[in-house]
């Protein structure tokens, strides 16, 4: 599993990391953790949709 990426704010725990696993099926690629060692898993077009909307600004009120 390769990092790509850690949203780390001012937290006082772990911080939120995003992580693509190339060896897991297809529908389990992105995965991402937060600093409470929950995981969630999605597809790269799953995972598409929020990060596009990132990218254009739409989740910026968040």
């Given at each position: 599993?390769?990092?790509?990426?850690?949203?780390?704010?001012?937290?006082?725990?772990?911080?939120?990391?995003?992580?693509?696993?190339?060896?897991?099926?297809?529908?389990?690629?992105?995965?991402?953790?937060?600093?409470?060692g929950?995981?969630v898993?999605?597809?790269?077009?799953?995972?598409?949709?929020?990060?596009?909307k990132?990218?254009?600004?739409?989740?910026?009120?968040?």
């Open positions: 599993m390769a990092q790509v990426a850690v949203f780390c704010g001012n937290c006082d725990r772990g911080c939120p990391t995003l992580y693509m696993d190339e060896a897991a099926p297809a529908d389990r690629r992105v995965v991402l953790t937060d600093g409470f929950q995981r898993r999605m597809s790269v077009e799953q995972f598409r949709s929020p990060a596009e990132a990218k254009a600004g739409r989740l910026d009120h968040v």
